[in-house]
Structures are given as structure tokens and as C-alpha cells.
């Protein structure tokens, strides 16, 4: 720092400014340190850093799986909002299972990060202990059918889904399926279906059938579990998967097989996935504002790092119900 400090012409502390309060210092002033910074491949000691200002400039991310463009789309969102005022964004895979999640955020708070963006409001006990005893600000996103730890950001999946069925309802559709993961521990699958079931019922027909695939589930069982529900209910006209990425598989398998869409059956998801659109028929689906949900996440933490202790917020970013070719 000191080497940096001379060659910008300015003193260590102004140095130390630039890099945690960057805001106290000109613009001028901080252009020299930066320049300073780049000549010389200064990388500032995180941990001392760390001692200095007592906070790590860290923030953990942990979503469900790697896999799934919508969640990428999120965390892009989130590390482009943290980066620009110089924060790092942890990140961990909890692959659906609240045991590893509940690993994770006790391996992250070894690092003391200042704050945590989840997924979901379901947690295991001890995690659910963990958070709320950590001090550090904490933003739960994808679902708000619930009571967050502190804050969250995300919408209704027992809404999407019951308009899901209301926009099918109205297309003129009588006998539906389900196949989602297994409802007893995947709470957004759970509350997807909830809210279909409901509309199902306002409108006085039959419940859905249901088929459950493993969580978490690959693409494979998208097929699998959509072929079992043809043997159980072959008179099915509309088939709700709980995501896109079990039922773009399922649309893929219908090509291959020669099973027309919609005119055999007809096939909607959830989530609107990159391949949402390019597969033929294109899908029916709900759009989830994954990069608008993970802006306002990181938001809502550099908010109350700033400000300290703060209301608890709850942000509804909402969702569309996209109807294309597949009904």
C-alpha cells in the first residue's frame, strides 16, 4: 500500500480510502490510486482488511443447482450490483438438498461474510438457527408465500401457478397433469401445484393427476415422469411441469416419437429457460424476472450495510404467464 501510496503521490491512508470508503475520496485522487493500483499489481490483503473494517466485503449466494439458466441469470445480476461497490460474491451450490445448503452456510460463515442471498424460505433447523444468529443481513429470494428470516425479493408461486391454470382453463382445457418434483421437499414445486390445484377447483374439475420425479430431478425424468403420467391418465389434455427443465425434455421426446403438440397433448413449464423459445413448438411457460430478482436482492443488502439496521422489506419483482406454441 505504501508502494502504491508513493507512486500516485498521495498518503497510505488515502490509499486505504479508495479501497474501502471509495466514495471520501475526489474523483481525481481516486483516478492516481487506481492507475497506481493497475501499474503495480497491488492485490490488497483481504484478511487485514478485513481487521481494519471489520467487514470482509463478501456476500454469499446460494442457489439450487448450476444448471439452470434462469438461476445464472440471477446471480450475473447480483454480482454486477455488488462488484461496482466492491463487493465479492461467494457462491455455493446446494443441489436442492437442505442438508448441504445448511453445510454451506455454516462453512461461509467461517469467512464472516457481511450478509447472505438465498433461495427459498424453507431451511433446515440448525441453518434456520445459523442465519438468524449471524448478525449479517440476509435476502431470501425466489418465493414470498411466507415469513422471511429478515428480507426477501421474488413472487408468488402459488399465484403463478393458479394463473397458469386460469390462462389454460380459459383455452378451453378439462383433464390436466402434473409432474413436478417430489412435493414433500421441494416447496416451490409444492406451491406451484398448490395454486393450480385451486384454480382447478374453482372452476369445479377434476383435480390433477400427479407424478412426482426425484429431486433434484435431470432432465431424464422429465421424460420419465411424463410418459408414466400418460399410462396412469391417457385422456390427459395439457401437462403442467413444475420447471422448463423437466418439460422441454418431455417436448423434445414428443418430437422424437412422433406425439403431436398440442394437438396429442399439450406441455407448459415454468421458469422460461433459454431453450424455452427455440424448441418447436416453442413452450408455454411463466417468465420468473430472475436478473431483475437478483439486481433488487443486492439492492436491498447494500442498503442496510449502508444504512444499519433497517426495516424488513419484502420486493414482489411479479411474473408472466407466456403462452406460445406448445398449447
Not at 377447483?201 to 403420467?229: C, H, K, M, W, Y
Not at 415454468?270 to 413448438?281: K, Q, R, S
Request: hydrophobic share 45%.
Amino acid at each position: 500500500m505504501e508502494d502504491v501510496a508513493r507512486h500516485a503521490g498521495v498518503s497510505a491512508q488515502t490509499v486505504s480510502r479508495v479501497l474501502g470508503r471509495a466514495e471520501l475520496v475526489s474523483a481525481a485522487t481516486r483516478e492516481r490510486v487506481e492507475a497506481a493500483i493497475h501499474e503495480l499489481n497491488y492485490i490488497p490483503n483481504g484478511p487485514a482488511r478485513h481487521l481494519a473494517s471489520s467487514r470482509s466485503r463478501t456476500v454469499v449466494a446460494i442457489i439450487p443447482t448450476l444448471a439452470t439458466s434462469v438461476y445464472a441469470e440471477e446471480v450475473s445480476s447480483i454480482m454486477a450490483v455488488l462488484e461496482k461497490e466492491g463487493f465479492t460474491t461467494l457462491l455455493g451450490n446446494s443441489d436442492h438438498s437442505l442438508e448441504r445448503e445448511e453445510h454451506l452456510i455454516s462453512s461461509f460463515l467461517e469467512r464472516q461474510p457481511d450478509a447472505f442471498i438465498l433461495t427459498g424460505l424453507t431451511h433446515s433447523p440448525r441453518a434456520m438457527k445459523l442465519l438468524s444468529s449471524s448478525g449479517v443481513p440476509i435476502v431470501e429470494t425466489w418465493e414470498t408465500d411466507g415469513v422471511p428470516i429478515d428480507m426477501s425479493v421474488g413472487f408468488s408461486n402459488i399465484d403463478a401457478g393458479r394463473s397458469l391454470a386460469e390462462v389454460l382453463i380459459a383455452k378451453g382445457y378439462r383433464d390436466f397433469g402434473f409432474v413436478g418434483g417430489r412435493l414433500d421437499i421441494e416447496p416451490r414445486a409444492r406451491q406451484r401445484h398448490q395454486g393450480f390445484a385451486s384454480a382447478l377447483a374453482v372452476a369445479g374439475l377434476r383435480p390433477a393427476t400427479v407424478v412426482e420425479v426425484p429431486a433434484p430431478a435431470s432432465s431424464l425424468d422429465g421424460v420419465i415422469g411424463f410418459n408414466q403420467l400418460r399410462q396412469q391418465a391417457p385422456e390427459t389434455e395439457v401437462v403442467f411441469f413444475s420447471a422448463d427443465g423437466l418439460a422441454i425434455p418431455a417436448l423434445l421426446d414428443c418430437q422424437r416419437r412422433g406425439i403431436k403438440v398440442p394437438g396429442d397433448i399439450a406441455i407448459c413449464g415454468f421458469g422460461d429457460y433459454d431453450l424455452a423459445t427455440i424448441v418447436d413448438p416453442p413452450l408455454t411457460t411463466v417468465r420468473v424476472e430472475a436478473a431483475k430478482m437478483g439486481t433488487a436482492a443486492a439492492q436491498l443488502i447494500l442498503r442496510r450495510l449502508k444504512d444499519g439496521v433497517g426495516a424488513k422489506q419484502r420486493v414482489d419483482v411479479g411474473y408472466r404467464v407466456l403462452v406460445r406454441g406448445s398449447t
